[in-house]
């Protein structure tokens, strides 16, 4: 008796499963290719900076600290260039 009822009783939610809205399907499938696309964009919207940018802070990022003629040279070039 107990098998039977838990046997109609997920019956009827899978019955119900099969009415599943198409706007349902159409909400996940938004979100997964928004989540999909996001995620490269971001990436490319990080680095959207100019070539000299990009170069200034590399060269400051490797900036030592014992050379100070060669951090000289860099202060120079980072002053003109901006």
């Given amino acids: 008796m107990t ?6 009783h997920n019956l ?6 099969t009415t599943f ?3 349902y399907f159409f ?3 938004a ?5 999909i696309l996001g995620v490269p964009l971001a990436f ?3 680095s959207k900076g100019s070539a000299n940018e990009r170069d200034r ?3 400051e ?7 100070p003629v060669r951090g000289e040279t860099r202060r120079r070039i980072r002053d003109s260039s901006a």
């Fill in 44 to 46: 490319l919207l990080q």
């Fill in 21 to 23: 809205d198409l706007k």
């Fill in 57 to 59: 802070f590399q060269l």
């Fill in 3 to 8: 098998m039977e009822l838990l046997a109609r």
């Fill in 31 to 35: 979100i997964v290719v928004l989540m």
């Fill in 27 to 29: 909400i996940i499938y």
């Fill in 12 to 17: 009827q939610k899978v019955e119900q499963l």
């Fill in 61 to 67: 990022a490797n900036r030592s600290r014992v050379d």
